[in-house]
């Protein structure tokens, strides 16, 4: 793939991904059994948008990616060996909370993290965000989960199960 075609491709994969997005709008306004099965299908198809088709071609020609609208920064540096989990949670636990929130497709770290926040509050543990990003970063370098892009910058990453 030359250049000229790489700009052309990655052209229609925008609009693509526009249309897409304009869909996912429609669908989440309908019936939980309609959302059901139109949103699962439809996030495998963005993520091979997103994750494999366009990543091919920014890989290849990285000017070609769109500038961020949005700066990214850093939402936590606290790191997994600086965190002292309360006596009333182990990190057997904290793990087993944290994979089963993740799906084999990529998803923003900062869903993750809400989504996790939320479990933790109604299990009554007093774990915050932050403890949660960290348990993830270590995850991630352990390899242990995937993730593309810096995980510290929740919103600018993604993760999800490794395999």
């Known amino acids: 793939m030359d250049r000229t075609q790489a700009t052309d491709i990655a052209r229609h994969l925008h609009d693509d991904a526009a249309a897409m997005d304009r869909a996912s709008t429609i669908i989440a306004d ?9 949103a699962d299908p439809l996030g495998e198809i963005v993520s091979a948008l997103h ?3 366009l990543r091919a071609i920014y890989d290849r020609y990285p000017d070609l990616r769109p500038p961020s609208d949005e700066e990214s920064s850093i939402d936590s540096t606290l790191q997994w060996a600086d965190v002292v989990l309360p006596k009333s949670v182990s990190q057997a636990d904290l793990d087993e909370l944290i994979f089963s929130a993740l799906e084999p497709n990529w998803q923003k770290t900062a869903r993750v993290i809400g989504d996790i926040a939320i479990r933790c509050k109604a299990l009554a543990w007093p774990i915050d965000s932050e403890m949660l990003a960290a348990r993830i970063q ?9 993730s593309a892009g810096d995980v510290r910058a929740w919103r600018h990453s993604e993760i999800r199960l490794a395999g």
């Open 30 to 38: 309908l019936d939980q059994q309609d959302r059901a099965a139109l």
């Open 51 to 53: 994750f494999g088709l």
């Open 138 to 146: 270590a995850l991630a370098e352990a390899g242990n989960i995937e």
